[in-house]
């Protein structure tokens, strides 16, 4: 006779192993996901790619279908908006074609191929106010050295008079400043170079090297004209030097009519009468 005993089940004992298996099983639904979702987006990307190549050979409905597809497996870029844009366009379906533009523009605001294409599509129909306000914005959202930047700025000046305008003003005013900066740089240059001079002079005419020093503060002078400064080193220098000169003469007659060449001396000393300076100097800095 078959006896039926119970089973007593700890399920305290079993809670860790439990969860275990449910963190296993959270762990596997999720990588399953992500694998789901980048096999999605490579293939609605593979999509576009395929109505991009048949939308550049002509086939317009190809490329459609090819674009369904993306946008069916979630495929919402400006990108693909907007290729959707243009095959509508070329169809001649305008709505819709204006409808996908926008949509582009919507999703991502620097995405600049919509703009340009809302420019030349109302610029196409006549609507030259809606295609200048597209050109504008392909044009200020533009970086330096985008080509596109430099044909809507052509477009602009065909298309808006006042734009044109205000863009040789614009220049004008940029040009003037350039040139006033580059002024201000290049005398603040020749200050520094005058003021090398200068110094270097000083040095010169400290070591009693006046001739040398006299020809680094001309040169400036040369830079700096009328230079009160300047002119006050040269002519401090000069007397320096005249001083210098009658000192050394004085010397050398006084040796000879030490030695006896009295005629010499005199010579010597008339000489030195001709070379004293007519007026003092100023010599205090």
Same mark, same amino acid.
């Given at each position: 006779?078959?006896?039926?005993?119970?089973?007593?089940?700890?399920?305290?004992?079993?809670?860790?192993?439990?969860?275990?298996?449910?963190?296993?099983?959270?762990?596997?639904?999720?990588?399953?996901?992500?694998?789901?979702?980048?096999?999605?987006?490579?293939?609605?990307?593979?999509?576009?790619?395929?109505?991009?190549?048949?939308?550049?050979?002509?086939?317009?409905?190809?490329?459609?279908?090819?674009?369904?597809?993306?946008?069916?497996?979630?495929? !919402?870029?400006?990108?693909?908006?907007?290729?959707?844009?243009?095959?509508?366009?070329?169809?001649?379906?305008?709505?819709?074609?204006?409808?996908?533009?926008?949509?582009?523009?919507?999703?991502?605001?620097?995405?600049?191929?919509?703009?340009?294409?809302?420019?030349?599509?109302?610029?196409?129909?006549?609507?030259?106010?809606?295609?200048?306000?597209?050109?504008?914005?392909?044009?200020?959202?533009?970086?330096?050295?985008?080509?596109?930047?430099?044909?809507?700025?052509?477009?602009?000046?065909?298309?808006?008079?006042?734009?044109?305008?205000?863009?040789?003003?614009?220049?004008?005013?940029?040009?003037?400043?350039?040139?006033?900066?580059?002024?201000?740089?290049?005398?603040?240059?020749?200050?520094?170079?005058?003021?090398?001079?200068?110094?270097?002079?000083?040095?010169?005419?400290?070591?009693?090297?006046?001739?040398?020093?006299?020809?680094?503060?001309?040169?400036?002078?040369?830079?700096?004209?009328?230079?009160?400064?300047?002119?006050?080193?040269?002519?401090?220098?000069?007397?320096?030097?005249?001083?210098?000169?009658?000192?050394?003469?004085?010397?050398?007659?006084?040796?000879?009519?030490?030695?006896?060449?009295? !005629?010499?001396?005199?010579?010597?000393?008339?000489?030195?009468?001709?070379?004293?300076?007519?007026?003092?100097?100023?010599?205090?800095?």
């Amino acid at each position: 006779m078959f006896m039926y005993y119970p089973i007593h089940v700890d399920i305290k004992g079993l809670r860790p192993l439990l969860v275990l298996i449910l963190i296993l099983v959270v762990s596997l639904f999720a990588f399953q996901s992500e694998v789901f979702a980048d096999t999605f987006d490579n293939t609605a990307e593979e999509y576009r790619l395929k109505g991009y190549a048949e939308q550049k050979k002509g086939n317009l409905h190809e490329a459609l279908t090819y674009y369904s597809k993306a946008m069916s497996l979630g495929l !919402k870029s400006a990108v693909i908006y907007n290729d959707i844009g243009v095959v509508y366009e070329e169809m001649g379906v305008d709505l819709r074609a204006l409808e996908f533009y926008k949509k582009a523009i919507n999703v991502d605001k620097q995405y600049l191929a919509p703009y340009t294409n809302l420019a030349y599509f109302y610029k196409d129909r006549n609507d030259e106010k809606q295609s200048i306000k597209f050109f504008l914005k392909r044009f200020q959202l533009a970086p330096d050295g985008d080509p596109w930047k430099e044909k809507a700025r052509a477009e602009l000046y065909e298309l808006d008079p006042k734009f044109k305008r205000d863009a040789v003003r614009h220049e004008v005013r940029k040009l003037n400043h350039e040139i006033a900066v580059k002024a201000q740089q290049e005398f603040e240059l020749q200050i520094i170079r005058a003021n090398n001079h200068y110094l270097q002079g000083q040095k010169l005419v400290a070591g009693k090297q006046w001739q040398a020093g006299i020809e680094e503060f001309g040169k400036a002078l040369a830079i700096t004209p009328e230079n009160p400064k300047i002119l006050k080193a040269i002519k401090r220098a000069k007397y320096n030097q005249q001083i210098d000169d009658i000192k050394k003469r004085t010397e050398d007659a006084i040796k000879q009519l030490e030695s006896g060449e009295v !005629k010499s001396a005199k010579q010597k000393f008339q000489q030195i009468l001709t070379i004293i300076p007519s007026e003092p100097v100023q010599l205090s800095k």
